[in-house]
């Protein structure tokens, strides 16, 4: 994309946010340029002279450097989660694409004019945790203060999206379940950012979001036992000590494998992660533990594609999509632009935006 079609398109979008037409503009801006010169720049047939460019910014009291297109992003912090180890070739490549839609997102936000919806975490963060009793009650704690109660997360990625973190679904390759990390831009706080592998289970997805949320909201030392305590944290999360012994019993000698998946079907993890969990809160013994994953090997269930029966929807982060969608209705984009910024083909753009037919 050209300079001049970036400034056209984020001039579209400041003077619908702004109301104006383009008679409007010029008149506010003292007649330093034309009506006609304005639709110019907006098509990206002619580039505004610096003059001019600050006239456009003080009208519609948006910052040269937006419409300029200057965000110049950079990713800090950056953690994987990984089953296996990866190359710093494989890494930095899936940086770079990380990078290229957290721009994207931030771009849709600053076009429809809500750049300024950001993370705001409870007071009290990060929370300092170094054994896993203080990982659950950390969890607990997060719940709590965002008034979650001890029930199941239905959508924890149309959650997290809700209190300002970033998700993002992206093929990535099969040894890493996904990354957090923190997009700093020019202004303001940074950004959290949570991707996750679209090839996942929406199991697996899930649970990787709540994990990367340990890693955003706990100060834990680096190293294996940090993720360790990301994911008990993650696991206390999605699965509240308090519901799950209600459902359960404070001490089992059995759970059978219709519980576990009814279980599965309450909380949207794994049987494994439930397994896991209820050795954790010392509900099951080891013994009861190692017979359950036997039985779970037997089945091929701890084997990609980890073919589980009742699986759960995938991570579908909708946001940036209704953003998308908003700004098209809005005439802030056009649809070759919304191309480029959901990453998809025209026919499927289109596919997407076709109404249903009465009575359907």
């Known amino acids: 994309m050209t300079s001049s079609e970036t400034v056209g398109r984020r001039l579209v979008a400041a003077r619908a946010r702004a109301g104006m037409s383009l008679r409007d503009l010029a008149g506010a801006m003292g007649s330093v340029v034309s009506a006609q010169a304005i639709g110019k720049y907006e098509r990206g047939e002619m580039q505004p002279s610096p003059p001019v460019m600050r006239a456009l910014g003080r009208a519609l009291r948006v910052p040269e450097s937006y419409l300029r297109g200057r965000s110049e992003v950079r990713l800090e912090s950056v953690e994987f989660r990984k089953n296996r180890l990866t190359s710093r070739r494989e890494e930095a490549a899936i940086r770079s694409r990380v990078l290229a839609a957290v721009e994207r997102h931030l771009e849709i936000e600053e076009l429809v004019g809500v750049a300024d919806e950001r993370w705001a975490p409870p007071a009290g963060l990060p929370i300092s945790v170094r054994s896993p009793e203080e990982a659950e009650q950390a969890a607990a704690r997060l719940r709590a203060a965002w008034r979650l109660g001890v029930d199941a997360l239905p959508n924890i990625a149309e959650f997290l999206e809700g209190r300002g973190v970033k998700v993002i679904t992206l093929a990535l390759p099969g040894s890493v379940s996904g990354l957090g990390c923190l997009a700093r831009r020019r202004r303001g706080p940074p950004v959290p950012v949570i991707a996750v592998n679209d090839s996942d289970t929406g199991e697996r997805q899930r649970l990787t979001l709540a994990h990367e949320l340990g890693h955003l909201v706990l100060e834990i030392a680096e190293g294996g036992f940090a993720e360790k305590l990301a994911f008990r944290f993650g696991a206390a999360f999605l699965m509240p000590t308090e519901f799950l012994r209600a459902e359960v019993g404070r001490k089992r000698r059995a759970v059978s494998l219709a519980e576990l998946l009814e279980l599965k079907r309450v909380f949207g993890t794994s049987v494994q992660a439930i397994a896991y969990r209820l050795r954790d809160l010392g509900i099951i013994g080891e013994s009861t533990y190692r017979r ?11 084997r990609p594609p980890y073919p589980e029966p009742h699986p759960m929807p995938k991570a579908e982060p909708q946001r940036f999509k209704r953003l ?20 998809m083909s025209a026919a499927r753009l289109r596919t997407a935006l076709r109404e249903p037919r009465p009575g359907r």
């Open 292 to 302: 359950m994953f036997e039985r779970f090997e037997q089945l091929g269930w701890m």
């Open 324 to 343: 998308c969608f908003r700004a098209l209705a809005e005439g802030i984009i056009s649809e070759t632009a919304a191309v480029r910024l959901m990453d």
